[in-house]
């Protein structure tokens, strides 16, 4: 599959050289061709590994994954293109986190709204499905290295695209029965306040290797 990764940071370096692993063809957007941090992650993975611009990477890929800051997200799915992105599966790992404070950061959208939403309502024609926000990436790819179970959350609007994710989801190691459907894209607002807690809990651990697991009580 042709899959675009708009952002060039470390989640978007870890989801990109995982989907090569898998055998992915996969264009790292930036805000310009040329990044020289897209140039390094096409050097370091070959012939699926290629770069561009924001639109250049949404316009290559039949899924693509938004890991830009959330700070700057709408902009730069702007960037990108709404006639590009439209029908297309975009798949939101952000959080819409300031730390221009300091840290811990907080939220610049919470409670009644959410980033997610706020990209579903720009976008209106894109399949926008939230997931992967709730923990660091190198766990995002690498379920496995957990001792047990644990979840992932997945939300948004439209059903195939969530059951085309998840998929994905399993390619990267996640169980099915780990993977917990919350509903439609409101539901970002939930999986992104929780990042203010998990944010205390690495810095208490100064680990980004934990993750929570939904344990229901038997009737």
Same mark, same amino acid.
Request: charged fraction near 20%; glycine fraction near 10%.
């Given at each position: 599959m042709k899959i675009g990764v708009l952002g060039t940071g470390?989640?978007?370096n870890t989801i990109a050289a995982k989907l090569i692993q898998l055998g992915h063809e996969v264009k790292m957007g930036a805000r310009t061709a040329g990044n020289s941090k897209a140039?390094?992650?096409?050097?370091?993975?070959?012939p699926l590994a290629s770069e561009g611009s924001f639109a250049e990477a949404a316009a290559f890929g039949e899924i693509v994954f938004n890991c830009t800051k959330g700070e700057h997200s709408i902009e730069a799915l702007k960037l990108a293109g709404e006639e590009t992105l439209q029908d297309k599966i975009l798949v939101d790992v952000t959080n819409p986190l300031d730390s221009s404070a300091g840290m811990p950061a907080t939220l610049?959208?919470?409670?009644t709204n959410s980033l997610g939403e706020e990209i579903q309502r720009t976008f209106p024609r894109t399949k926008v499905v939230k997931t992967l926000n709730t923990m660091w990436c190198g766990l995002m790819v690498n379920p496995r290295m957990m001792p047990e179970s644990h979840t992932v959350f997945v939300c948004g609007n439209d059903e195939e695209a969530k059951l085309k994710v998840g998929k994905l989801l399993q390619e990267f190691g996640w169980y099915p029965?780990?993977?917990?459907?919350?509903?439609?894209? *409101?539901? %970002?607002?939930? *999986?992104? %306040?929780?990042?203010?807690?998990?944010?205390?809990?690495?810095?208490?651990t100064k680990s980004g290797a934990f993750n929570i697991k939904i344990v229901k009580a038997e009737s």
């Amino acid at each position: 599959m042709k899959i675009g990764v708009l952002g060039t940071g470390n989640v978007g370096n870890t989801i990109a050289a995982k989907l090569i692993q898998l055998g992915h063809e996969v264009k790292m957007g930036a805000r310009t061709a040329g990044n020289s941090k897209a140039l390094a992650f096409m050097s370091a993975h070959g012939p699926l590994a290629s770069e561009g611009s924001f639109a250049e990477a949404a316009a290559f890929g039949e899924i693509v994954f938004n890991c830009t800051k959330g700070e700057h997200s709408i902009e730069a799915l702007k960037l990108a293109g709404e006639e590009t992105l439209q029908d297309k599966i975009l798949v939101d790992v952000t959080n819409p986190l300031d730390s221009s404070a300091g840290m811990p950061a907080t939220l610049l959208i919470s409670n009644t709204n959410s980033l997610g939403e706020e990209i579903q309502r720009t976008f209106p024609r894109t399949k926008v499905v939230k997931t992967l926000n709730t923990m660091w990436c190198g766990l995002m790819v690498n379920p496995r290295m957990m001792p047990e179970s644990h979840t992932v959350f997945v939300c948004g609007n439209d059903e195939e695209a969530k059951l085309k994710v998840g998929k994905l989801l399993q390619e990267f190691g996640w169980y099915p029965d780990e993977i917990f459907d919350l509903g439609d894209i *409101t539901n %970002s607002r939930g *999986t992104e %306040s929780y990042l203010p807690l998990w944010l205390r809990m690495y810095m208490k651990t100064k680990s980004g290797a934990f993750n929570i697991k939904i344990v229901k009580a038997e009737s």
